[in-house]
């Protein structure tokens, strides 16, 4: 085990009711990147026996080649979608990170039967018909959209790789569907990443997706560390994955 990985054994981490139950993770990334930015992460939850998938998400990473201006939500719902069903998996803790908690959620809609968890790590929290744009007041200034790809002015597709590429607008403008009575019964972990400048109680306060996530009883959780804090301390952030398995949704009042 390396050096990176090892306090996934020494953190005091409480994995569930059993502490040696291993479990099998799917994990979608964010916006403009691929399964590779989840790498170390990945590694260390493996290191630590759990199973790991990585999605990349059409058109985005190693399947940058797939880019198009007709790549939109369904597509990446669809990728995580057929991932758990092509690998007959099962008992599933999906996870997802920014952009990534739009794909989540309309997984979620779609074979709520195939989860046992899911982990929003600094993500997205639509409402049923949403789009990310409605959750962020539209296209970030600076973007640029050129053959239906939203350019965001960092990475670099011609490499060094891995790089960050452009992304699929369409995948932004379409909304979600968040509405099957199973799906909404699912134990959900919200968890915002705070970086040391930042008060939590501020946070809370500007965080569209943290108010949602407590409205719908679900745990949230706080991670020391700035959006990309998976890639800043992937020990942590695994370990904090593994704990959250554990958690369930409050019983809201009628």
Not at 119 to 137: F, H, K, N, R
Request: aromatic share 8%; proline share 7%.
């Amino acid at each position: 085990m390396t050096a990176l990985c090892v306090f996934l054994n020494v953190s005091g981490v409480r994995a569930g009711d059993n502490p040696d139950e291993k479990f099998t993770f799917v994990v979608v990334h964010g916006a403009t990147a691929g399964g590779w930015e989840w790498k170390s992460a990945g590694n260390c939850l493996m290191n630590d026996g759990h199973t790991v998938y990585r999605a990349t998400l059409s058109g985005l990473g190693e399947r940058f080649h797939l880019a198009n201006a007709e790549v939109n939500l369904d597509t990446h719902i669809k990728d995580v979608v057929n991932l758990i069903l092509f690998e007959d998996l099962h008992d599933v803790v999906l996870t997802g990170h920014s952009y990534g908690g739009m794909v989540i959620t309309g997984v979620m809609d779609r074979i709520p039967e195939r989860i046992r968890h899911v982990i929003y790590l600094d993500a997205a929290v639509p409402e049923d018909g949403e789009c990310i744009y409605d959750i962020v007041g539209g296209p970030p200034p600076g973007a640029v959209v050129k053959d239906g790809l939203v350019h965001f002015g960092w990475g670099n597709p011609e490499g060094p790789y891995p790089t960050n590429t452009p992304h699929p607008e369409k995948t932004f403008s379409q909304p979600v569907s968040y509405k099957n009575p199973e799906a909404l019964s699912l134990p959900v972990t919200y968890v915002a990443f705070v970086p040391a400048d930042q008060k939590i109680e501020d946070r809370a306060k500007t965080d569209k997706s943290w108010q949602r996530a407590e409205a719908r009883g679900w745990t949230v959780r706080t991670f020391p560390g700035h959006h990309v804090a998976h890639q800043e301390d992937p020990a942590g952030v695994a370990a904090l994955m593994v704990e959250s398995v554990s958690d369930q949704n409050r019983v809201k009042p009628d």
